[in-house]
C-alpha cells in the first residue's frame, strides 16, 4: 500500500446505480454511509470494503439511483397466488364475510418488487468503482505531500549541518570568555587556573547542544525511512515530528548564539509546515 492522503473523491455508475465516495481528514477511520431504503441490508458490506482498503479518514459512500433511471414495479405473482389461497382458506375455515380484493392484496407489500432490486447487482460494479478512484486520488495527493515533506526534511538536514559546524566553531571562543569572566568576577582572590578552566567547562557543558543535535539527526534519518515505507505513516510521522520540535527547543534555550538561533527559527518554520502536511496523510 502507498502512503495516502485523507482527501479525495471518486465516482462509480454501473447500470441504475450511481455511488459517490469522499474523502476528509479525520484523526481515526470515520464512514458515513447513505443508501436507498431498499438497499439497507448492503450497508455492513459496504462499511467491510472501506475498511479493507483505507485506515483513516473521514470517508462518505453515498448510493442514488441515476437520474436518468425510472422505476418500475414488478409483482411477485406466485407469492400473491400463495396470499389469495392462504386468504380464502382461512375465510372458508373461519366463515368470514367479505371479499378478497385486489386491495386485500395491495397491503402485502412483499410481492412488490422494484426493478431496482432487480439490479442490486450493478451495486458491487459501482461501489468499486467509485473506491478505486477515490483511493487513485488519495494516493497521488499522498505522493505530493510525501515530496514536499521530503524537500523539507532536505532542508532541516541542511540546517543541522550548519548547526554542528557553528557548535564546533564557538566552543574555542565560550571557553576562552567564560574564562575571562570567571577572572573578571573573581577579582584579586587567587584561584588556580585548572579550577577556572574546570568551572569553565561546565558552564560550557550546560550550553552544549551536541546530544540534541544527535538526537535531531537520528529522527531526520527515521522520518527519511518512514518516507519510504508503504503503509499508513501519518501517526508515526507525527511522533517522530513532536520529537524534533522538542530537539529544536531545546537547542534553541541553550544557545545565545545570533547564527544558531536564526538556524532554529528556520527549522521551527520547517516543522510547523511538515506537521500540517502530515494532518493530510494516512
Not at 520529537?243 to 538561533?261: C, F, M, Q, W, Y
Request: charged share 30%; hydrophobic share 40%; glycine share 6%.
Amino acid at each position: 500500500m502507498l502512503p495516502q492522503s485523507m482527501t479525495g473523491y471518486g465516482r462509480g455508475v454501473a447500470g441504475n446505480i450511481r455511488v459517490e465516495a469522499r474523502s476528509f481528514n479525520h484523526k481515526y477511520l470515520d464512514i458515513q454511509i447513505k443508501i436507498p431504503l431498499f438497499l439497507y441490508y448492503y450497508e455492513n458490506e459496504i462499511r467491510k470494503l472501506v475498511k479493507s482498503r483505507f485506515s483513516r479518514g473521514h470517508i462518505e459512500i453515498s448510493v442514488a439511483r441515476t437520474e436518468t433511471d425510472t422505476v418500475q414495479i414488478r409483482i411477485n405473482k406466485p407469492l400473491a397466488v400463495e396470499y389469495y389461497n392462504a386468504l380464502v382458506s382461512l375465510k372458508n375455515e373461519l366463515s368470514l364475510s367479505g371479499d378478497i380484493d385486489i386491495n386485500v392484496l395491495a397491503s402485502h407489500r412483499d410481492i412488490f418488487r422494484s426493478e431496482e432490486e432487480a439490479k442490486i447487482e450493478y451495486m458491487n460494479e459501482a461501489l468499486e468503482a467509485a473506491l478505486l478512484e477515490l483511493e487513485k486520488m488519495r494516493t497521488e495527493e499522498g505522493r505530493n505531500l510525501i515530496d514536499d515533506i521530503a524537500g523539507r526534511v532536505q532542508l532541516l538536514s541542511r540546517y543541522i549541518g550548519d548547526v554542528g559546524e557553528r557548535r564546533n566553531g564557538i566552543i574555542a571562543d565560550t571557553r576562552q570568555s567564560l574564562l575571562e569572566r570567571l577572572k573578571e568576577f573573581i577579582g584579586d582572590i587567587t584561584m588556580d587556573e585548572s579550577r577556572l578552566v574546570q568551572e569553565a567547562a561546565v558552564l560550557i557543558e550546560r550550553s552544549d547542544i551536541t546530544e540534541e543535535i544527535v538526537r535531531f539527526r537520528s529522527h531526520i534519518s527515521h522520518i527519511g525511512n518512514v518516507l519510504k515505507t508503504g503503509d499508513a505513516i501519518g501517526k508515526k510521522l507525527d511522533f517522530l515530528v513532536q520529537e524534533l520540535r522538542r530537539e529544536v527547543n531545546t537547542i534553541g534555550s541553550k544557545t545565545n548564539d545570533i547564527e544558531i538561533a536564526n538556524h532554529v527559527i528556520e527549522m521551527k518554520h520547517e516543522i510547523e509546515k511538515i506537521k500540517e502536511q502530515i494532518q493530510n496523510l494516512q
